[in-house]
Structures are given as structure tokens and as C-alpha cells.
């Protein structure tokens, strides 16, 4: 995998985070010395040297003068994470989406996700455009504008851009599966295929089971296709229970699954690669339940490995594997893609149906830029810059928020899911009182299909920390102390 | 209209081109002489001559050398049109689209328009890219992406790109109407901008009026969202039967009606401003049913204005006019756009349910493009070259095709209707053959959700005419008449 190693003082950082993380060492312990480490690992100074700079960077080391390097007090490794709810099972069946009662709330809820420079960005879910490589990205859509054949302007119809589909099945094998070009088919964005895959696998009425919190936008494609949600219990390391899900297909037609097993929104869980092969061979294949696999957020782990896709598992061709660029390279691309497997047909066709292609110049600049083969040494900058962003926010929480406070350590991805020791807080009071002070985030609630959720948030930590959003996760503290 | 009048050489081309065309001057009658004309309308000898050389452009006029311009053989006029199909009543109500049957025949149709460049392309319904402005516009997109602020890779949540509202905002008033920025709210192509009004106006098994024949497109998104069509006949001059309106509403409950007034596809038809009037005001206000206008082809006119919208009879907010670019700048950008009236609330939700956002940077390029002015003088372009080249083909229709067949004379827009005298014919076969030939045709059963017009063919006319077309012409009126 050669995408994954990165440079070798990086590496020596991740194996001391790991050590960290997995409290090894332990806040106030002395890390070995470069002298030691040198030793150790059969590396130069310079390279010691560098993998500390990143520690200290992260937060996660400092350095006392004359005495060495120290694990810093990791203020967000004493809260404990969130439990997985217990959802009462008569509640989980048959629960028609209905979010137009609240439709006003959640409108409202995404209109503060606006880009609005002067708030504090913790409600939307997109990394800072300083983390982006804007500038190389816009000068291959440049370059595609200037040199396209006329042709390129033509409708790209269905399965979309070769060159990218080209790309992507070259990339496959890092999630371990394998495509050819023809089974991949290019959509507007992520939120495209997952669209399309619902059309495809579902009719309206049918039942569809997700996890639960789940990314709002799934809870709104569903209620806008006349779907009902079946929601399980997921936990914030393992993700979706399966026992719950075996429960409810003995009793429930269920028509499809929903879910986002690597790095879910909001919880950053990552479903054990055992589990995927359980959900995908054991459980789904002899039913013949199509997976809707949401990837979006998959190459932005913590660790040192990609996880595989549950696609991996997939001998029947019922995972969907849906995913785009949105998260980390450019959202205001709208370049996504489905790889549906024995769905390619009637996706393809819907694909058409919907919006008749995918704009050209876009996938071309993605194509070109994926080619040059600038993209993985962008994702490695951007994990570890994400990684940091993200323990920057959780020691702020474990700082300033009530005594009881949770919040989740993800796997990857970038958000953070924070529950409110009092069970009967409303985080959407907190949003409204949020947004006077400037501060922008996502109420719990909207992660529900019943408005479950109510004393969490969702603070999305792609923005590099400074004294503002201390500022501002102290405020969110106070407010949520009331 | 400042963007309607062009050049005055213009004018007067088209004002002998009405009487041509109205045959008040007959194929061999002289036209008027250049001395004539000057002293006729006040005009220089080269304005006169540039008129001429128009009109010999279009194929219209011939010189005779020392004698001067004579109306040449119109051989199209010769051709009648087809007559409005008089379906059984009892045939049109509840009819559940069901392409499924045909799926497969509707794909490898599909599949036929996809751009290859050795075909003669009578298939797809887009301009030849020659005649668009690639050069200029693609400038406008590589301007963005170089100079876009980094704020501009974010999602562009709906209702869209504003300064591209701007300029459509500040365009409505051509088409007979008026609107705030904020009431547009921008798509991934007309095609969405349709799916979006279908989904906020009905549920799943309700019953939406359209015309026949109509464009695939809008037949495949009814079935994909699980409506019924009733099809109502439409006349080649005048649009749909009113009459067949208001009598399919005293016995079927229709939630939209979906019409392209201005130049429907296949036939080119445009509704008189009285019907329009009628339509919106008389027929369904009072009813409070939504019309879903696609107004895609309308900057496209023959004549010398442009028609007004529905949209301009609108009180009650019940049109939900749709178009997009891909006619007349750009198809490969999937830009469009969807003036919603009172269901601005839901499509707006439901387009970010669909697709989230619409890809920034082409809305970026178009409406600088927009800003710049070329674009009136680009269509004053097109829209003379296209008109020349239906006439073209019309002609080579009217030489080659078996005695009996009839063509459409189209209002705007750039595709021909054509129908073989014997109504057994079968034109699946004649695409089919046609395509063996490397001749693309769109076979007439597409048009319909019963597979009705199977005797018709279309003839899209986007692209400038030549020996090889016409060629082409000769081969399908030999293979239609065996």
C-alpha cells in the first residue's frame, strides 16, 4: 500500500501516538530519548528529532527544558466516550422518516451551516479550504477548460468521465476490492449516489435499516423518497450492532441497509473488519439485502491503514459503494461515484433519469489531478492535520464542558460527538444560543429520524485550532452548563 | 428587447424570409431588387446585399446571373405537416409509464446518441459544438478557477450561486415575467430542475397531463418517480389540445400538468400567448393545478421574438419554470435553473436532498459569461444557424423521403418530426439500419409512454449542413421506403 507509509519520521511519530493512545505511556510519562530512540529503532537524529516536532504539533508531547520530551495531560482521554444507546426494539420498527414536522428546525439547522467567515465553523462538515490544495486542483480545471477537445462539452453520458472512472478503479485496491472501469458510474457528489442507490434497491414504503445517529442528509433523502427508517443501535467504536440487526430482520421486511461503516457521521466508528465480512456473508448474502456502503469519509483514518470496504466482502454484487471528493479535496466540485454492483443497470439509468450526466470540466480536473498523482501526498497532510484538529477540540471539551460530559474518539473522519451529561438537555436551545455568540454547530436531534439524540452535538473539527475556537468551546462549555 | 432586433440587414432578411415563408413570395417568384429594397425601406446598397447573402445562406434565394434573386424551391413547403393524433379517450387515462418493458430498446437508443464522431449525428438534441462558444466560455471557467476565492470550493447550498441568480433574474423580464434573485433556485441541468418540480408537486401514483408526443427524458423521470402520464394530443402548430385538457380534468384527478409550450420536443410547436393565458389562468388557477413548464428550447425562436413564458400569466405561483443552458451554451456544464413559485420551500429542500449543492465553478463561469454581453450576441448566432439548418434538412427531407411523408415546420428549436405515410411502418427497425449505416435517428416510440408514433422519426438539426448529411438524408428516405 504504498499510499499509507508516508515518511519514516511519521511513522515513528504514529507508532509513539499509538503507544499514547493506547496509554502505554501515560500522561506526565517521559518519552524515550532521541538518544534512546535512535538506538531503539535505527533511525538518524534528524529523523527523532522530526517525529517529535509532529508530536508536539499534535499536542500530544512537550518538551521540558534540560529534561526531555513528556506526554502532555490528554484532557479528552479522561471523559469517556459515549454509550451506545439502547433504543427499546417496538420502537425501532416501521418508523416512517417524518422530518417535515421539524422541516422548519432543520432548514434552519443547515442554514447556519452556510459559509458565513465570521462564525465559528464547528456546524458544517467540510475541512478548512486552507487544507485543500485549491490551488493545484482549479489549475487542472484551468488547464481541462483551455485544452478540452469541443467534444468535452457534449453530455458525458452515463457511467460518466472515462479517464476518472479510470482513476478510481485504479485506487480500488486500497479498499480492497477490485473494479473494472465499466462498474463504476460518476455522480454529483456522493449525496447523488446515495439517491440513486435508495431508487434503485427501494419503493417507496419499503423499509430501510441505518444506523443510529446517522448523517442527517440519509434521514432526508430517505424522507423524500417516501422511505421509512428502521433505526439500529451503533456504537461509537464498532459502529452498527449486528445482533440489532439480526433482530429486527427476523421480524422486519427490510429492503435494503444504510450504513457508514468506516468513520460514521457523527460518531467516527469503524466497523472491525470481522463484522463487515459477518454483515456482508453471513448476514445480507443469504437474504439477498442489498449493503448501501457510504465511503465518503473512509481515507481519512486515524491510523496507519486504510480499512478495507465492506465491498471487500462482497461476492454477490449487493454492496453499493458510494463515495465522492467532497470531504477531502473539493466540495464545491460535486464529483462523487457508485460502484453498484449488480445494480449497475437500473443505477445507470436513474443516473440519466436524474441528472442526465455529470459535469465534464470537473471530473476531468479531478481526473488530471488524481493522475499526477499529487492526491495521496495531499491526504497524508490532510489526515494528520485533521487528526490534530480533532484531539485540539476534545481536550478543549474535556477543559470546558460540564463535569459527565462524553465525547467519542473516532477512528477517522473529522467530527465529534458530544453528549451532555443531562439527559434531558436540548442542544438545539444550545445551537440557537450557539449561533448569537457566533458559534456555529449541529443540535443532536437532526441525527434522528425521531428526534432521538437531543442532549448531543456534533462540533466538526475541520478547521485549524486557534485562540478563537478555544474561545469559543469555552462559551459552548458555559452555555451547555446552564 | 435589445437582444432580439440584431442587425438591421438582419431584419430585413427576415421580414422576406416571413414572406417566403408565408408565401406571400412563391419558389421562382423574383424578390424584390436590391435598388427596390433600398428605396423600399430606406436602407444602404450593403445592407440590401447583406440581407441577400443571408437569405442565400439559408438556402432561401438564388442569384440568377443578370437577373437577380429568385425564391428558390422550397422543397420542404411542399411537404405538409403531420396532423395532431386524435388519441381514444379511453386510452389516456391512468397510463402508469412503463418503460420498463423497453427499458433495454430505450437504452441502446440512448446509448446510439452518445457522441461518436464517425456517426451523422441526427440523434442527440444538442448543438454542434462549433456553434458554441467553448473558447470564450471555457476562458470564463479557467478565469474562475484561477481567481476564485478559496471560499468558492465550499458547497453552494441551495438556491445557488448568486450572482448566476443575478443575471438570470435580470434576463426574466425577456421571457415576459419577473422574479427576485432568491425566488431562482439553480440545478445540475433542466433535467433535475423537472425531477425536482415533479417530486414537490405529486406522490407516487399520482397522475400528471403531458404532451405527445414528448421528450424521453420527461416520460423516463415520470416512471423512475412512479407516476402515471396521461397523454394528451399535441398539435404541431399550436401546442396541446386544451380542449383534451379540460376534458381529461372533468374526469381524472391530475396533480401537475408538464408541458414544453415553447417549442415542444419532438415537434417544435409553440402554444399562441392566448392558450398560454387560457391555460394558466382559466383552466388550472382555479383548479390550483401546478404546471410544470420546461422552457429549455424558448431562447431558440424562428421568428423575430421571443415567445413569453407561461411563467408571465402566473399569479398564484403555480408554473415552476424550469430550463437550463445545455440548448444554447453549454450541455457538457450542467448548469440550470428552476423558478419554483409557491413549492420554492420544498424544491429547495429537495434539491439539497438530491444532489446537496450544484458544482460552483461552471455556475462561476456562466454567469460571467452572462455579465460579459456575448451572450445575446451568440444566440442572435445560433439561433440563424440553426434556423438554416432545419431548413436544410427539411429540404433534403422533401427530395429524398417517399411520396406521402410529412415534416414538421418548427417554431424554434432545432429538431424535425417526421412521419411515413404508412402508419404500419416501423422507424425502431429504420434507427436500427440507419445505425449500421453510421446514421443517428431518434426512432419515434421513445416519444410516447405507450409506444405510440412508432410511424415518426426525429431528426435533431443541430449541426451545420454538408455533403455527408445530406448523403445521409438520401440513405434513411431510401431505407424508410422499402
Known amino acids: 500500500m504504498p499510499n499509507v507509509a508516508g515518511h519514516l519520521y511519521e511513522q515513528v511519530a504514529d507508532s509513539i501516538a499509538e503507544m499514547i493512545e493506547g496509554r502505554v505511556l501515560r500522561p506526565g510519562d517521559r518519552v524515550p530519548s532521541v538518544r534512546k530512540l535512535m538506538a531503539q529503532r535505527g533511525i538518524s537524529r534528524s529523523t527523532a528529532m522530526q517525529a517529535f516536532q509532529i508530536l508536539e504539533g499534535r499536542g500530544m508531547v512537550e518538551a521540558r527544558p534540560q529534561s526531555g520530551y513528556y506526554v502532555k495531560p490528554q484532557a479528552a482521554h479522561f471523559l469517556p466516550e459515549p454509550e451506545q444507546a439502547h433504543h427499546h426494539p417496538h420502537h425501532d420498527e416501521y418508523e416512517h422518516v417524518e422530518l417535515e414536522g421539524t422541516a422548519a428546525s432543520v432548514a434552519a439547522v443547515l442554514e447556519s451551516f452556510r459559509y458565513h467567515p465570521e462564525n465559528v465553523p464547528f456546524g458544517v462538515a467540510t475541512p478548512a ?6 490551488r493545484a486542483l482549479n489549475h487542472c480545471l484551468a488547464h481541462a477548460a483551455r485544452t478540452a477537445p469541443e467534444s468535452a462539452n457534449q453530455y458525458d453520458f452515463p457511467p460518466g468521465y472515462a479517464e476518472l472512472r479510470r482513476q478510481l478503479a485504479q485506487r480500488a485496491p486500497d479498499a480492497g ?10 455522480t454529483c457528489g456522493c449525496m447523488e449516489g446515495l439517491n440513486l442507490a435508495l431508487r434503485a434497491t427501494c419503493r417507496p414504503g419499503d423499509s430501510v435499516a441505518i444506523e443510529s445517529p446517522t448523517y442527517h442528509g440519509l434521514l432526508q433523502a430517505l424522507e423524500s423518497l417516501g422511505l421509512r427508517a428502521v433505526e439500529l443501535p451503533t456504537h461509537p467504536k464498532t459502529g452498527v450492532s449486528l445482533e440489532a440487526l439480526e433482530a429486527t430482520l427476523r421480524k422486519t421486511k427490510i429492503s435494503a441497509c444504510l450504513f457508514t461503516p468506516t468513520f460514521n457521521n457523527p460518531l467516527g466508528s469503524c466497523m472491525p473488519e470481522e463484522s463487515r465480512r459477518v454483515l456482508v456473508q453471513d448476514i445480507l448474502a443469504p437474504r439477498s439485502i442489498p449493503l448501501i456502503e457510504d465511503e465518503i469519509y473512509a481515507d481519512l483514518y486515524h491510523g496507519s491503514e486504510r480499512p478495507k470496504a465492506c465491498k471487500a466482502f462482497d461476492r454477490e454484487g449487493l454492496v453499493l459503494l458510494c463515495s465522492s471528493f467532497s470531504k477531502n479535496l473539493a466540495p464545491g466540485y460535486r464529483v462523487g461515484w457508485i460502484v ?18 455529470t459535469t465534464t470540466h470537473v471530473q476531468a480536473a479531478v481526473a488530471e489531478f488524481l493522475q499526477s498523482g499529487a492526491f495521496d501526498q495531499h491526504l497524508r497532510r490532510l ?100
Chains 1, 2 share one sequence.
Not at 445494480?343 to 433519469?353: A, G, S, T
Not at 448569537?436 to 456534533?458: D, E, K, T, V, Y
Request: proline share 7%; net charge positive.
Open 129 to 134: 479550504t486552507e487544507l485543500l490544495p485549491n
Open 177 to 186: 476490492y477490485q473494479v473494472a472501469m465499466e462498474e463504476i458510474v460518476t
Open 340 to 357: 453498484p454492483g449488480r445494480f449497475q443497470q437500473p443505477v445507470q439509468l436513474l443516473k440519466f433519469m436524474n441528472t442526465l450526466a
Open 383 to 482: 489526515r494528520r492535520a485533521l487528526r490534530e484538529q480533532v484531539q485540539r477540540v476534545s481536550n478543549a471539551v474535556a477543559e470546558f464542558f460540564p463535569a459527565g460530559t462524553r465525547v467519542t474518539r473516532p477512528a477517522g473522519g473529522f467530527v465529534l460527538w458530544v453528549e451532555l451529561p443531562d439527559p434531558a438537555s436540548d442542544t438545539r436551545e444550545l445551537h440557537r444560543a450557539a449561533l448569537r455568540q457566533g458559534i456555529s454547530i449541529a443540535p443532536g436531534h437532526i441525527f434522528s429520524a425521531r428526534g432521538r439524540h437531543g442532549n448531543f452535538l456534533r462540533l466538526s473539527c475541520g478547521h485549524p485550532w486557534n485562540a478563537r475556537m478555544e474561545e469559543a468551546v469555552e462559551t459552548l462549555g458555559r452555555l451547555a452548563g446552564r
